[in-house]
């Protein structure tokens, strides 16, 4: 307890420090404003103390030490959206928050929280929602193989994040009726779009192929990218267990 209170006051400052030099740099090359500076600390301190709080980042590894610099400063503005969505959460009167699949997982999770769809998770910034029932092990899988994959990218690509995700669904889906017009009324309008705007995004075929799951079952078969783009994750961790040379007896 006393140690969880530590680390969330440490990380707040140290959160809101980080957050307060990204932005005031950044401030110097396009000058962004001070209420920018300000609002950048505000969420910087606000997730270290949640995260802190949740014990959410892994110090154990330099991911942890990585993932809390990245969520608090080049991907400040998905990690607002995280603190949004564990607002959404915070206002539920059981919001379901999983600590199993958090605690220094590098980020949060929740059973309910904020899912705009039934049924579907959505990842925003560093927090997961609308999980359902961990205690199939495909939705376990769903979490680390396709959903935590989404919270790194957010970190990596920062704003550029929102800005490619969103531009591709929104061209994507006109791509998509054009398409349906001019060469697939044969198949329903809403899958050629959901495909376009949603299956093809870069994004969700590097999530969906680490989940295994490339083609998934709701793409329209013959359009875009046949194979997948990675290796999946399970695969990855199968071949790091394995003997490195051959074995002495
Ligand atoms: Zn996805």
Same mark, same amino acid.
């Given at each position: 307890m006393r140690a969880t209170l530590i680390e969330s006051l440490g990380l707040g400052a140290i959160g809101a420090a980080i957050a307060t030099g990204f932005a005031g740099a950044a401030d110097q090359v396009i000058q962004v404003g001070p209420e920018f500076v300000f609002a950048?600390?505000?969420?910087? &301190?606000?997730?270290?103390?949640?995260a802190g709080w949740r014990r959410t980042y892994a110090w154990r590894c330099s991911d942890g030490v990585i993932a809390f610099v990245l969520d608090s400063s080049w991907a400040l503005l998905t990690t607002s959206a995280g603190l949004f969505a564990n607002g959404v959460a915070a206002l539920q009167r059981d919001p379901g928050y999983l600590a199993e699949l958090s605690e220094r997982q590098n980020h949060q999770v929740f059973r309910r929280g904020f899912m705009? @769809? +039934?049924g579907y998770a959505i990842t925003l910034g560093n927090v997961i929602g609308g999980v359902g029932d961990t205690n199939s092990v495909r939705r376990r899988k769903l979490v680390t193989d396709h959903e935590a994959v989404h919270v790194w990218q957010a970190r990596w690509f920062g704003p550029a994040y929102v800005g490619l995700y969103a531009g591709w669904t929104l061209v994507g889906a006109a791509a998509g009726v054009v398409w349906w017009l001019l060469r697939r009324r044969s198949v329903p309008l809403i899958q050629v779009v959901e495909t376009t705007a949603y299956y093809l995004n870069p994004f969700e075929w590097w999530?969906? +192929?680490r989940? &295994?799951?490339?083609?998934? +079952? &709701?793409?329209?078969?013959?359009m875009g990218w046949r194979r997948p783009c990675c290796r999946p994750l399970a695969e990855v961790r199968?071949? @790091?267990l394995e003997p490195a040379g051959p074995v002495a007896r």
């Open positions: 950048a600390a505000l969420v910087g &301190g606000a997730n270290g103390l949640v705009p @769809r +039934s999530a969906y +192929s989940h &295994g799951h490339w083609p998934p +079952s &709701g793409k329209v078969a013959d199968g071949s @790091r």
